[in-house]
C-alpha cells in the first residue's frame, strides 16, 4: 500500500487580536481632535490680533512697503479684503511658518493683478 499525502486547499486566515470595545481608539481620537481644535484656535485667534492691528481697512488706497514690491505692482493699489478669521482663509492654503498668513486681498490698477499679502507689506498711501 502506498502513502500518499495531499496538502489542504483551504488557506488559513491570519490572526489579529481584536480589542473588545474600542476606548483605546476612541481616547486617541480624542487627543487628535483636541490637538487640531487647539491649533485651529490659536491659529484664528492670530488672524484676528493681525485683523485688529491692521493699520488700513477695505476699500483704502496704499503702497507697498519696500521699492521692489513698489515696482512691482505699483503705487495706485486698493484693498478689497481683509480676512478676519482663520476660516475666511483657503482651504487649501497652508499656513506659514513665521505664523504670519496672508490675510490681505488687494488690487494693483496700474498693473491690473490681484494679490494676497501679509499685513506689513502694505502702508497708507
Not at 25 to 48: F, P, T, Y
Request: aromatic share 10%; with cysteine.
Amino acid at each position: 500500500m502506498i502513502d500518499i499525502k495531499i496538502p489542504g486547499t483551504k488557506v488559513k486566515k491570519p490572526y489579529y487580536p481584536v480589542i473588545q470595545g474600542s476606548s483605546v481608539k476612541v481616547a486617541a481620537n480624542n487627543d487628535i481632535l483636541g490637538a487640531l481644535r487647539k491649533e485651529a484656535q490659536r491659529r484664528d485667534n492670530r488672524v484676528r490680533d493681525l485683523w485688529r492691528a491692521c493699520p488700513y481697512s477695505a476699500g483704502d488706497k496704499v503702497v507697498p512697503v519696500d521699492g521692489a514690491a513698489l515696482r512691482k505692482y505699483g503705487d495706485d493699489i486698493t484693498v478689497l479684503h481683509i480676512s478676519k478669521s482663520y476660516a475666511e482663509l483657503g482651504k487649501n492654503e497652508e499656513w506659514p511658518d513665521d505664523d504670519c498668513p496672508l490675510i490681505v486681498y488687494a488690487q494693483s490698477h496700474k498693473k491690473n493683478q490681484y494679490f494676497f499679502c501679509t499685513t506689513n507689506y502694505l502702508k497708507k498711501a
